[in-house]
């Protein structure tokens, strides 16, 4: 890709974030990056052949994130969040690339797992959750276990382990909170939706919030089951920074259990509980 092809991407996503009210100095930083970008003297290409993703870093105003957001746009020729940001992020058709999955197992992964990436998808099938899932054999799993091993390598290698830098339960239960209340409320900017939306209405209410130096944004989830039975505003995905790169969550109401009837933050039960014990704690007095 060439340097002026990346930076209109990266102003494409500051102007989309003014649109959509967030933090003014996350809008200048993607900016900055696309100016940044269009005075280079040599291709970006050239940097990351040469220097790697240090070359990036070592740039002007360009920390982990952004280097890493150069980085994969150079790689596989697509920014995640401005995907997301222009309505057009489907985890349906990035689990369906995968080979040996179709749309109704990627349906089953996204609603019942709550898989949106491929990097979930990789730690479900390393962790033994894909196992339990029907249609999924050894020969299937092996096979979607050495396609993404392939795909994420390339965007991998050369960069520095990435160390996740997970925000408490109670932080992502706030913002899960507000973006609740504010939908509701119609306080939010809507975006159109590609997917169950053929008028192309901007009809999908989209957060950005901040918490410390910590940048959300915030979106529902609808998937196929979800529109079937009419709860499209349920499970909430919440994209944030952590450690070298961006970071997301899904929030949802819990149908069993103990948790039955409250948000949850999904594979995170044992902190939920814990944060449902404190507050209740905190309202009634400790437990005799």
Known sequence: MQNTEIACRFEEVARLLNEQ??????VQA??????ILRRLDRPVVEILQQEGPAGLRRLPGIGENLARAIHELVLIGKLPILARLRGEADPMSLLTSVPGIGPVLADRLHHELGIDTLEELEAAAHDGRLTHL?????????GIMDSLATRLGRVRKSLRPVMTDEPPVAELLDVDR??????????LRTIALRRFNPGDEAGQPILHTQRGERHYTVLFSPTTRAYCVGKTR????????????????TVMTSQRGPLTGKR???GRNGEC????????????G???
């Open 21 to 26: 009210a967030a933090n003014p100095y996350r």
């Open 30 to 35: 993607y900016r900055h990056v696309a100016e």
């Open 134 to 142: 029907a249609g999924i054999g050894e020969k299937k799993l092996t």
């Open 178 to 187: 507000e973006y609740r209340d504010k939908a509701a409320t119609g306080q």
């Open 234 to 249: 349920d499970k909430v995905v919440v994209y944030y920074d952590g450690g070298q790169a961006e970071q997301q969550c």
């Open 264 to 266: 949850i933050v999904s």
């Open 273 to 284: 509980i814990s944060h449902y014990m404190l507050v209740m704690m905190k309202e009634h």
């Open 286 to 288: 400790p437990l005799s």
